[in-house]
């Protein structure tokens, strides 16, 4: 820099703090370029997982519903099995995500039904795909990212479009964890940019390197009123037989 | 003709024994003649209002496999599909685009699921003629692009009024989630027992909300001027199509209806790598293929109304053999002046075949007018509005006589009298002039 280049003090103090204040920002948005790769790490857990899922939803229409399954999952095969436990008259009902595919399992019937998991889970708030691994990395990109405070929490916020036409929300928003980098909050658009749902992760269980959301609430955007809590508990990380993502499970689990 | 001028004095002379000899007849046949009638009158409402509610007797749809080798749902290049339709023959008498989806319907905080059909009512005349309204009219729906017509119920379990507004939850073709406001234009009356509970939409709008791209289509329904012509149709339409694309029939491939049910559900379905295809693979459904059930169940009415018929046939000529064994003995006399005045034995024996024919011909025909006038009393009946009218034609019961099939009825009936009369004529033919004049007495 030579003498004369800025025409006033105020102007070369001010270059002066922007000069200091660029590689800051330059390893901020380094870090934030991968937020979304690492949010996805953070969530996937390189062994098997094993719980109970307990579902309380209220509706101002239907009334209060709880519900209660096991919860299998394999990030790696990204794979997922859920059995209903309660109610009873629907024990045995299974939904089975497998390479093949998305299963609902009726054991009435004994037959497998194709569904989808951006379908709701049992009428409620909550998607199929919201018990499996996160994707965003692989479904998003981040249009916007600012700073801010979620409760107590900094947070960055960022605004989300997807890159392919098969994420469940072509747009979202959420309120990332700035310290942990843990999704806190997220709100789920429509293809025509509404409101369906907003989402809030209060709680994470740490399972090695991983955390998994042990306490999800769903607010429905549309029908005033009708939440969703999913709780998950017994927490288990022993591995799985190969059997347990299997169709063939599926059915005898129900004899 | 002598022997059918005394065959025609004797029955008229006679009308103690020729009257309930056709009226058993009559019976037979208007029993057979009204329910054929009646099984397929309700097939043909039921094609009809199959075809009105598809919007044709011919149905193509697409799919293509995205990137993850799923399943979609969509035409992208209708004009393929338009171009095999032209080569398709004089048959086809219109087509149009629809789409379907099932939904979830919002209002307040109540929710119902619903599937609706995406229609082009502009384009397919008699579409909203078809409907039976329960609530609102054709014409909400039509000045409105946002319009819904829901059945009754589900409109019941919204707690909605005709013209309010509802928000529309679907998945787009692609498996994302997507909302729009629709407004309730119409009740109608749903087909739920029937498995044919659907709504109607636009299809603009519809195809919107599934992000179908404009110029792009999910299936396009033919329909035909005569539904004869349904095969002959549907062959030429998928050599046109090979041409261009794979092609499977509904009716050859009984797994594609499964995936066609599971399209409808708005599921993506997986397909394994071997089965992979490029580009769009056509799937043609007919009429016929939907309505299989309800074709085999009329065939099983006919049946059984021809069963019943061959019974009550069967009982009538044994009656008509005895009672012409009667006959025969009570104009012995009568037999043997006509022998002894020249009358020549084929003589006697064509008089009592005539008389078993006209007798037989004459209660056909007053069974077949009997079951005509039954069936336009009937017919006259407006049943309204109900669960019911799938199977009626505005409201009316529908019968169908195939003016063939009753000729050949008639003609089989009298000629089995006929028969029935052949042993007791011979008898009579063979009766010695001298033996039977001397019986005398």
Known sequence: MTPGSFRSLPMALAATLLACLLPVAAAQLADVDGLLARIDQ??????????????????????????????????????????????????????????????????????????SLSESFEGSDANHDDFGAPSYADDYRITSLTEGTLGAYDVWIAELEATHGDATYPFKTIWVSRAEELVLKSEDYSLTERLLRTSYFP???????????????????????????????????????????????VERVNR | ????????????????????????????????????????????????????????HIYVSGSELDPLGRELQVIRDPSVVDAA???????????????????????????????????????????????????????SFLADPTGLLLPAETIEALGVDVGERVIVKATTIRGQLNIADFVVAGGIVGQAALGLDFGY????????????APGEVQAISILLEDLGALDATTDRLEVQLAAFAPVVRASDDPETMPAMARAMQGGLGSVATEEAWEGTRYLITTVDDLLGGMRDL??????????????????????????????????????GAMRAMGVQRSGIRNIFLAEAFLVAATGAVAGLLLALTTMGAVGLVDLGSSNLSFFLQQGHLHFSVIPRDAVLSTLLVSLMSVAAVLVPARAAARIAPAEALRSVG
């Open chain 1, 42 to 115: 953070q969530g996937n857990y390189l062994g098997d997982l094993s719980a109970t899922v307990t579902l309380q939803s209220i509706d101002p229409t239907e009334g209060d519903e709880r519900r209660q399954a096991r919860w299998f999952r394999r990030d790696a095969d990204d794979a997922f099995l859920i059995l209903i436990l309660e109610p009873t008259t629907e024990l045995g009902q299974g939904y089975l995500n497998v390479e093949d595919g998305f299963w609902f399992y009726d054991p009435e019937s004994r037959q497998f039904v194709y569904t």
């Open chain 1, 203 to 249: 709680s994470y269980a740490r399972i090695g390197d991983a955390y998994i959301a042990d306490r999800m609430i769903f607010v429905d955007a549309l029908v005033p009123g009708r939440t969703t809590e999913i709780t998950i508990s017994d927490l288990s990380t022993a591995e799985l037989p190969e059997y347990i993502f299997t169709k063939a499970y």
């Open chain 2, 1 to 56: 003709m002598q022997s059918l001028r005394i065959a025609f004095r004797n029955v008229t002379r006679q009308r103690r024994r020729s009257l309930p000899l056709a009226a058993a007849v009559a019976f037979g046949f208007f029993v057979f003649t009204l329910v054929t009638a009646f099984t397929n009158g309700l097939l043909d409402s039921v094609e009809s209002n199959v075809a009105s509610l598809t919007g044709g």
């Open chain 2, 85 to 139: 339709v032209e080569a398709a023959g004089p048959a086809v008498a219109s087509r149009q685009r629809r789409s379907s989806a099932p939904v979830a319907l919002i209002a307040g905080s109540r929710e119902a699921r619903q599937l609706v059909i995406g229609v082009d009512p502009g384009r397919q005349g008699g579409f909203l003629d078809g409907l039976s309204f329960a609530d609102g009219d054709p014409s």
């Open chain 2, 201 to 212: 939409a636009h299809v603009d709008a519809l195809d919107a909300l599934l992000d179908v």
């Open chain 2, 298 to 335: 009329v065939d099983i009415m006919n049946a059984t109304a021809a069963a019943i018929f061959a019974v009550i046939v069967v009982i009538i000529l044994v009656g008509v053999m005895n009672a012409y064994r009667m006959v025969m003995i009570e104009r012995t006399p009568e037999i």
